[in-house]
């Protein structure tokens, strides 16, 4: 079974500090990966996606994969209260003509003031 | 990022009644879209994958009877909750895959009296 494990949390940083998020993914084929937002009550938002190994910056987050440990994490720098909110580790299984995300159950990240 | 819709965004039934809910994608074209359920401070489960112009494949345990989905257009799939009781309460998300991802509608709450 394809699995993706994130600690529930819920993590707690003060505003300006670094958050760092983790997931560990079971499928060694899978080729792509994301991570999701979700406000309480709002449907997920797309934040960032990586496919290689190594590290993808987009403004104050980083993602970094590493495939050899089935691993992939998300860095929020200069964290702030409106980054409050549950974070979704997606991967897209292995497999021609995969179409499906599979994700894990989320981190709830509280920033506070 | 690509732009997903639904409609309602919130309905509330009487049990018994069959519900109806709307996801298009408004600026791209999906010919797979997948529908997602949610319960309260839990994670996203897939109920089904909705196939243009097929049937749809649905997950184990969802019942393709009570849940019905119509994808016969590009750019719109609709789920049908038939005979809803007050279990079938809950967040329903539709999400479609362009280029850059899968992205997700705003989500529609249900709940049946």
Redesign the interface.
């Known amino acids: 079974q394809k699995e993706v494990e994130q600690n529930s949390g819920p993590l707690s940083v003060p505003e300006g500090a670094i958050a760092s998020l983790n997931c560990t993914y079971s499928d060694r084929g899978s080729q792509s990966f994301f991570w999701y937002r979700q406000y309480s009550g709002k449907s997920p938002e797309l934040i960032m996606s990586i496919y290689s190994n190594g590290d993808k910056e987009d403004g104050r987050f980083t993602a970094q994969l590493n495939k050899a440990s089935q691993y992939v994490s998300l860095l929020i720098r200069d964290s702030q209260p409106s980054d409050s909110a549950t974070y979704l580790c997606a991967v897209n299984p292995a497999g021609a003509g995969s179409y499906q995300l599979t994700f894990g159950k989320g981190t709830k990240l509280s920033v506070i003031p | ?1 690509a732009v997903v819709s639904q409609h309602p965004s919130w309905v509330i039934c009487k049990s018994g009644t069959s519900v109806k809910i709307e996801c298009r994608s408004l600026d791209f074209q999906a010919t ?1 879209m ?1 529908w997602y359920r949610q319960f309260p401070k ?3 489960m ?1 109920m089904a ?1 909705s196939n243009e112009g097929s049937k749809a494949t649905y997950e184990q345990g969802v019942e393709k009877d009570k849940f019905l989905i119509n994808h016969a257009s590009l750019t719109l799939s609709t789920l049908t909750v038939t005979s809803a009781h007050p279990e079938d309460s809950s ?1 329903y ?1 539709c ?1 479609a ?1 362009d280029t ?8 529609t ?1 249900l709940t049946v009296l």
């Open positions: 990022g797979t997948f839990q994670s996203l897939l994958t967040f998300i999400s895959r850059a991802g899968w992205f997700f509608g705003p989500g709450r």
